[in-house]
């Protein structure tokens, strides 16, 4: 089973449109692995390249070349699926056939083993802000990731990890089948949190404008938007008009955390837990 901490750190860097090669040298783990992380993104649709599984009539190095975000699976041979580079200064990362990974891959790779801890390698150049590198950017998730997989009574049904994906060949015991339904509401409740309410019914409304409205500050009065009907005119999303109140937010609780009311709240939140 891949840890929380790294499903976690996969799927921040996938919602930042970035590069992901999986490596795994279990053609049965890679192709499950592979093929299910787009559905960590929930409500969202994956709209890059997905190859599961990359085909033997391409080359590695060639693929992960490319320009656009992607998700692909590299089969491995079991002799070369631990093999990496490493410096004191660089993580470990995994080899493919002519070289390194490409800076802006960043890279799941999983062993195959019982004895190997899958893990994720960010790309030194890989498309994600430096603070969502950061262990406080995805923690709170690998905690509710913990939780959920933990099942009912901390009897943790998928705490015995498989070496092989071949073994779910007949599908889910029901305890397991519970532990992964709640690790996929974890990530979807993760998604539609960050999408907040412009993705309920018409939320998406109170953060857009009219091409009219872009047109009045930028497009003289003779061109073709100008003269269009109110039916007509395109209505775009505004990205600053979302981030706006949040940003606010943020910036409210920033002063909040550092005065005496919020620290007298916990104060008394610690006092009745410890009661």
Request: hydrophobic share 45%; glycine share 8%.
């Amino acid at each position: 089973m891949v840890p929380p901490s790294e499903v976690a750190r996969t799927i921040i860097s996938l919602l930042c449109e970035g590069k992901v090669a999986v490596f795994c040298p279990d053609l049965g783990l890679l192709s499950s692995v592979a093929a299910a992380l787009p559905l960590l993104l929930t409500p969202l649709t994956w709209e890059c390249v997905h190859i599961p599984i990359k085909p033997a009539s391409l080359s590695a190095k060639d693929l992960v070349q490319c320009p656009n975000p992607f998700i692909v699976g590299i089969l491995t041979p079991p002799d070369d699926a631990l093999h990496s580079t490493s410096s004191p200064n660089r993580p470990a990362r995994p080899l493919i056939a002519g070289g390194d990974l490409p800076g802006d891959v960043s890279a799941l790779v999983l062993g195959g083993t019982p004895h190997f801890a899958p893990r994720f390698v960010e790309g030194p150049d890989a498309r994600c802000p430096e603070p969502l590198r950061a262990p406080a950017a995805w923690a709170r998730l690998a905690a509710d990731f913990d939780q959920a997989l933990a099942g009912p009574g901390g009897t943790r049904p998928l705490g015995r990890a498989r070496a092989s994906a071949k073994l779910y060949a007949h599908g889910l015991m029901p305890a397991e089948a519970a532990a992964v339904a709640a690790a996929r509401r974890v990530a979807a409740d993760f998604v539609r949190g960050l999408c907040g309410d412009a993705i309920t019914a018409g939320g998406w409304r109170r953060y857009t404008t009219s091409a009219a409205a872009q047109c009045s500050s930028g497009c003289d009065a003779g061109s073709d938007l100008a003269g269009l009907g109110s039916e007509h005119r395109e209505v775009a999303f505004v990205p600053a008009a979302f981030l706006a109140p949040r940003v606010a937010r943020l910036a409210l609780q920033s002063e909040l955390v550092h005065s005496q009311m919020f620290h007298s709240l916990l104060a008394h939140c610690q006092g009745a837990k410890a009661v």
